[in-house]
């Protein structure tokens, strides 16, 4: 069951996400929610799931990493990681983006594709960040 509400609550954070970008009144609070509290409650059932988790294997070879995935419980964890880390970026990268003032529409692609594939969106938010840097004139 962790699997599936821990899916939905972050599916149900990616929206809201959206919405923050759309309603200026729900930023701060959505903000909170996903930047803050959705993550750390993965953190718990992550350290909960690893302290129960009865898994073999270890970091030095992919061989060991495949094997710690055998165990259900390493496996959840392991997607609650995805999720937590998934969803702080993400959060990031629109608090960023409004702070310096990225076009909201640019920043919906790059929340798309940190949901579906993290560090590709979060690579597409820099490269678009670094656009409209470049854009503003040097202060003297």
Do not use: N
Request: proline share 4%; glycine share 10%; aromatic share 12%.
């Amino acid at each position: 069951h962790i699997f599936q509400y821990a899916s939905l609550l972050a599916l149900l954070g990616w929206v809201a996400l959206l919405l923050a970008l759309a309603v200026p009144p729900a930023r701060k609070l959505v903000l909170g929610l996903t930047g803050v509290v959705i993550p750390l409650l993965f953190a718990i059932a992550y350290v909960a799931l690893l302290a129960t988790a009865h898994a073999k294997g270890g970091f030095g070879s992919i061989a060991q990493v495949r094997a710690l995935f055998e165990s259900d419980g390493a496996l959840t964890a392991g997607w609650l990681h995805y999720l937590a880390f998934d969803l702080f970026v993400g959060t990031w990268i629109v608090r960023d983006g409004l702070e310096r003032g990225v076009w909201r529409l640019a920043i919906v692609p790059c929340l798309g594709l940190t949901f579906m594939f993290g560090p590709a969106g979060f690579l597409l938010y820099l490269l678009i960040r670094l656009g409209f840097l470049r854009r503003k004139p040097a202060v003297a």
